[in-house]
C-alpha cells in the first residue's frame, strides 16, 4: 500500500521560499509518475511539477521559472520534494503529493491519473 506524506508547509511573507517535502513508500512501479497538485479555497485541484521515475520533469508553465520538483531515494522509499521560489500570494493552496503510472509520453498533468494522494500541508503566502 502507497503511503505519502507531505511536510514543510507553512506561512511565508511574498517573495520568500519554502521547501516541501512527501515521504513516499510503499510504491513498487518500476515506471511511475509523481508530482505536486495545489488547491486553493474555493477552486479546483491543479497541477504544479511531475517527476517520472527517470528524473524527467515537467511542469505548469506558469510555474516553471519559480518551483522545482525533485525527489531522492529508491521507487520504494523515496522523498519528492517541491522547492518554492518568489512566493506570491495566489500560490496560497493546501499541497498534495500524488502518485501514477507514467503514461508513454512522460507524466499525465491531469490529477484523476493519480491513484495514490496524500494529506496535505498548507502554504500560505502573505503580502
Known amino acids: 500500500q502507497v503511503q505519502l506524506v507531505e511536510s514543510g508547509g507553512g506561512s511565508v511573507q511574498a517573495g520568500g521560499s519554502l521547501k516541501l517535502s512527501c515521504a513516499a513508500s510503499g510504491y513498487t512501479y518500476s515506471s511511475y509518475c509523481m508530482g505536486w497538485f495545489r488547491q486553493a479555497a474555493g477552486k479546483e485541484r491543479e497541477g504544479v511539477a511531475f517527476i517520472e521515475s527517470d528524473g524527467t520533469t515537467s511542469y505548469i508553465d506558469s510555474m516553471k521559472d519559480r518551483f522545482t520538483i525533485s525527489k531522492d531515494g529508491a521507487k520504494n522509499t523515496l522523498t519528492l520534494y517541491l522547492q518554492m521560489n518568489r512566493l506570491k500570494r495566489e500560490d496560497t493552496a493546501m499541497y498534495y503529493c500524488?502518485?501514477?503510472?507514467?503514461?508513454?509520453?512522460?507524466?499525465?498533468?491531469?490529477?484523476?491519473?493519480?491513484?495514490?494522494w496524500g494529506q496535505g500541508t498548507q502554504v500560505t503566502v502573505s503580502s
Open positions: 500524488a502518485a501514477g503510472p507514467r503514461s508513454g509520453f512522460g507524466c499525465y498533468t491531469g490529477q484523476s491519473h493519480y491513484n495514490s
